[in-house]
């Protein structure tokens, strides 16, 4: 026997000890404008990420969830400014409980509310936030100031190092005033 299927809204709210009962899946698309955090970070050009997450119950009876996040988000390069494409594809398995009395040091938990709901899209987003790199950047992007040399455009020169420095020589003509001075 197959696992129920359903598709749902991932804002509503769901009722975690009955969804295990039944094994049942949820399937849905992440859509980033919905999710405010998540806004801020991902650009509104990004497609929908694809969601799966299984309902279960294990052996003592425990609540079990496993959410598959996969897709592509498009983020901005920290380096370059420009758009570039961040692949996502996580599969975390979660203990759901009550009470945080009952967690483990060793294992990802969600905490039901009073009432034995879990908000699911507070989850993906979070797991989502989580994926992206905290600085966004193209892999053989250049770095600011630096410029690849035209005969070999596998090495870069620093173009900060040949800029002209007024002051560089203030320290040398102080200390050779002062030191004149002294003679006098």
């Given at each position: 026997m197959s696992a129920p299927e359903h598709r749902s809204d991932l804002n509503a709210r769901i009722d975690a000890r009955r969804w295990a009962?039944?094994?049942?899946?949820?399937?849905?698309?992440?859509?980033?404008?919905?999710?405010?955090?998540?806004?801020?970070?991902?650009?509104?050009?990004?497609?929908?990420?694809?969601?799966?997450?299984?309902?279960?119950?294990?052996?003592?009876?425990?609540?079990?969830?496993?959410?598959?996040?996969?897709?592509?988000?498009?983020?901005?390069?920290?380096?370059?400014?420009?758009?570039?494409?961040?692949?996502v594809d996580e599969t975390i398995d979660f203990r759901v409980m009550q009470d945080e009395a009952q967690v483990r040091d060793d294992e990802d938990y969600l905490l039901m509310d009073e009432e034995g709901c879990l908000m699911l899209?507070?989850?993906?987003?979070?797991?989502?936030?989580?994926?992206?790199?905290?600085?966004?950047?193209?892999?053989?992007?250049t770095l600011a100031g630096l410029v690849a040399k035209p005969d070999d455009p596998g090495q870069f020169r620093d173009h900060a190092s040949e800029r002209v420095r007024p002051f560089a020589g203030l320290g040398a003509l102080l200390s050779e005033n002062l030191s004149e001075k002294k003679d006098t």
């Amino acid at each position: 026997m197959s696992a129920p299927e359903h598709r749902s809204d991932l804002n509503a709210r769901i009722d975690a000890r009955r969804w295990a009962d039944r094994g049942s899946i949820l399937k849905t698309s992440v859509h980033f404008d919905r999710m405010q955090r998540l806004a801020t970070v991902v650009d509104a050009s990004s497609q929908p990420c694809q969601v799966e997450i299984q309902f279960s119950l294990d052996p003592h009876q425990q609540i079990r969830a496993r959410l598959h996040v996969q897709g592509i988000l498009r983020l901005s390069c920290q380096r370059c400014l420009e758009l570039m494409d961040w692949a996502v594809d996580e599969t975390i398995d979660f203990r759901v409980m009550q009470d945080e009395a009952q967690v483990r040091d060793d294992e990802d938990y969600l905490l039901m509310d009073e009432e034995g709901c879990l908000m699911l899209a507070d989850v993906v987003e979070d797991e989502l936030l989580l994926s992206v790199p905290m600085i966004p950047r193209h892999e053989h992007c250049t770095l600011a100031g630096l410029v690849a040399k035209p005969d070999d455009p596998g090495q870069f020169r620093d173009h900060a190092s040949e800029r002209v420095r007024p002051f560089a020589g203030l320290g040398a003509l102080l200390s050779e005033n002062l030191s004149e001075k002294k003679d006098t």
